[in-house]
């Protein structure tokens, strides 16, 4: 079995692991303040692109 000759640095295991974070979609905010993912009616108001594509009691 392989075993490494030093320990791996602090810097160099962090940028070993810069890639691995978990990505963190973007957020829009509704024009009720709420916040959304882009491209998606709001599920609150039912608001997309300033205009009502789904009934209040829908979303």
């Given at each position: 079995?392989?075993?490494?000759?030093?320990?791996?640095?602090?810097?160099?295991?962090g940028m070993r692991?810069?890639?691995?974070?978990?990505?963190?979609?973007?957020?829009?905010?509704?024009?009720?303040?709420?916040?959304?993912?882009?491209?998606?009616?709001?599920?609150?108001?039912?608001?997309?692109?300033?205009?009502?594509?789904?009934?209040?009691?829908?979303?």
């Open positions: 079995m392989a075993v490494p000759k030093k320990k791996t640095s602090r810097s160099r295991k692991r810069a890639h691995d974070r978990v990505a963190v979609p973007n957020v829009v905010y509704c024009e009720c303040g709420e916040p959304n993912l882009p491209h998606r009616a709001c599920s609150v108001c039912g608001a997309y692109k300033g205009r009502q594509v789904v009934s209040g009691d829908d979303a």
